[in-house]
């Protein structure tokens, strides 16, 4: 985790209180929590919301009934601060369908509460079910609807500069396949040249002190890279990579149900 990513003590403290209250409000376990916004991303500005995404277990008998409650909770704290929970069973049926855009937040590089085991076990499920071309033609549509922020002579938020950049590293990393796109913006751009990642690591910076919608600095190294790898990817065709055996998502599903409801 970046120094810029890392959240205060006194966060982490009222994240813990919170998910506490909510253990006992659903009579559940919560295994995993973890930041699906900005922080989690580290990429946060001065008025970053915390978005903590968390995943819990409810007792045995709740899996039993014939009419299983509801399986996603949300809770709106403050404008600056939600809760998002889902069941087991919901992240497990999410990943098994190999939809990362939804789960992409188990890489997350902000990890609030975690069991170890289960956090590993999640993260290897979620590498060996993602699909890839599917995946590049999505962050390659995101790098293409950003483009137009990026015209030299044009003023960016660093909202907008943060969003492309990650589009556009995120398709370099599937195209070079170097598997599941990381969340960490600075694992992101590693292997970039030292005065383009200088740049970058300036304008993230400027990111955390200022308002998401502040002008972002002029980066011209960022906005050749940008136009360069945009051109060069748009021609790249991107096949699936040999399919490894399903990752045994009901066994999981069963193990963790029994061992925390």
Known sequence: MSEISKVSPAIMEVVERSLEQIETSLDARVVLAVDAGAYGEGT??????YCIQFVYVHRLDWYLQLTPGADRITLPVSD??????????????TMKNGDAEK?????????????????????SFSERSWRRSQEFARQLERAKALSGTWRFGSDTTTHDFVK??????????????????????DELRSGLDDDLNEELGRLLQANAEASAETIAPQSPRSQVFFGSELRRLMDVEIGESAQADPPPFDRLYAELVRRFG
């Open 164 to 185: 492309a950049m990650q589009a556009i590293l995120a398709t370099r990393w599937i195209a070079e396949d170097r598997g599941a796109v990381p969340c960490d913006f």
């Open 103 to 123: 789960t992409g937040w188990l890489r997350s590089a902000v990890v609030y509460r975690a069991d170890a085991d289960v956090l590993a076990r999640l993260r």
């Open 44 to 49: 946060p500005s001065a008025d970053s919301p």
């Open 80 to 93: 600056d601060f939600t809760l998002t929970g889902w069941d087991i069973g919901l992240l497990l049926r």
